[in-house]
């Protein structure tokens, strides 16, 4: 796939897309003579993968502020961006030989097609395939976390949580092993908060409790930021 790309649509064309497919982008203008070379050869090698590479062109006359944020000092100049970020890159005019080793090192691997295919299932036989593939793969450990502690496997879940950093997501999982996997509807939770407010200040564990079911509703319910407040008020 060929797409042209501007000044003004290079976020949404290029870096946007580049979270889903590997993007090839080939800086170039009308005057240069190896640009006219290796163009039709990058063309070539980008349709070959069957959509799975995308190619995105840009005049570097014409669009200043894309050329100057790759420090463009001469062209042709490629750029292979994965997830918003540069990867690979080359200068000049490369036989098609070298330009098909350098798209091809782009292409997601069968472990990773088979890693993405095992997530999309997302039972924990599948989670758990995935980590004796990627054993540090974050998306899955989490996923499996909270699989068991739904399922009463709390310890369990929170023994692999330790294996990655703390996140929002880990969080929320360890307050939910912590409230036995089940806090109710968002009302029940409020409830509890009400009736745990007036021992949060000298008791630790009305305190964690407390936090913890903060947490369950989650940063974007707007009673949280009310009920923090509170929390803040009884302790200080």
């Given at each position: 796939?060929?797409?042209?790309?501007?000044d003004a649509t290079?976020?949404?064309?290029?870096?946007?897309?580049?979270v889903t497919?590997?993007v090839?982008?080939?800086?170039?203008?009308?005057?240069?003579?190896?640009?006219?070379?290796?163009?039709?050869i990058?063309?070539?090698?980008?349709?070959?993968t069957?959509?799975q590479v995308?190619?995105?062109?840009?005049?570097?006359?014409?669009?200043?502020?894309?050329a100057?944020?790759?420090?463009?000092q001469?062209?042709?100049?490629?750029?292979?961006?994965?997830?918003?970020?540069?990867?690979d890159?080359?200068?000049?005019?490369?036989?098609?030989?070298?330009?098909?080793e350098?798209?091809?090192?782009?292409?997601?691997t069968?472990?990773?097609?088979?890693v993405?295919?095992?997530?999309?299932?997302?039972?924990e036989?599948?989670?758990?395939?995935?980590l004796?593939?990627?054993p540090?793969?974050?998306?899955?450990?989490?996923?499996?976390?909270?699989?068991?502690?739904?399922?009463?496997?709390?310890?369990?879940?929170?023994?692999?949580?330790e294996?990655?950093?703390?996140?929002?997501?880990?969080?929320?999982?360890?307050?939910?092993?912590?409230a036995?996997?089940?806090?109710?509807?968002?009302?029940?939770?409020?409830a509890k908060?009400?009736?745990?407010?007036?021992r949060?200040?000298?008791?630790?564990?009305?305190?964690?409790?407390?936090?913890d079911?903060?947490?369950?509703?989650?940063?974007d319910?707007?009673?949280?930021?009310?009920?923090?407040?509170?929390?803040?008020?009884?302790?200080f």
């Amino acid at each position: 796939m060929k797409i042209d790309v501007t000044d003004a649509t290079f976020e949404t064309d290029v870096l946007d897309r580049s979270v889903t497919t590997p993007v090839v982008v080939d800086l170039w203008a009308e005057w240069c003579g190896p640009c006219r070379t290796l163009g039709p050869i990058l063309e070539k090698v980008v349709a070959d993968t069957n959509g799975q590479v995308i190619l995105a062109k840009l005049d570097t006359d014409a669009n200043p502020q894309v050329a100057a944020a790759f420090r463009v000092q001469s062209i042709p100049a490629v750029h292979a961006i994965i997830d918003r970020k540069v990867v690979d890159s080359f200068v000049g005019a490369l036989p098609e030989r070298q330009v098909a080793e350098f798209v091809a090192k782009l292409l997601p691997t069968q472990e990773a097609n088979e890693v993405d295919r095992l997530l999309a299932v997302g039972d924990e036989a599948s989670l758990r395939a995935v980590l004796e593939l990627e054993p540090a793969n974050g998306t899955a450990i989490t996923a499996l976390a909270e699989l068991l502690v739904h399922d009463g496997r709390s310890e369990e879940g929170l023994a692999l949580l330790e294996k990655i950093p703390e996140s929002p997501a880990t969080r929320h999982i360890a307050a939910l092993a912590r409230a036995g996997g089940d806090y109710g509807s968002p009302d029940e939770v409020e409830a509890k908060l009400g009736s745990l407010l007036d021992r949060v200040g000298d008791d630790d564990a009305a305190r964690q409790e407390f936090v913890d079911l903060l947490e369950l509703l989650g940063p974007d319910d707007p009673r949280v930021a009310g009920w923090r407040k509170q929390l803040t008020s009884r302790l200080f």
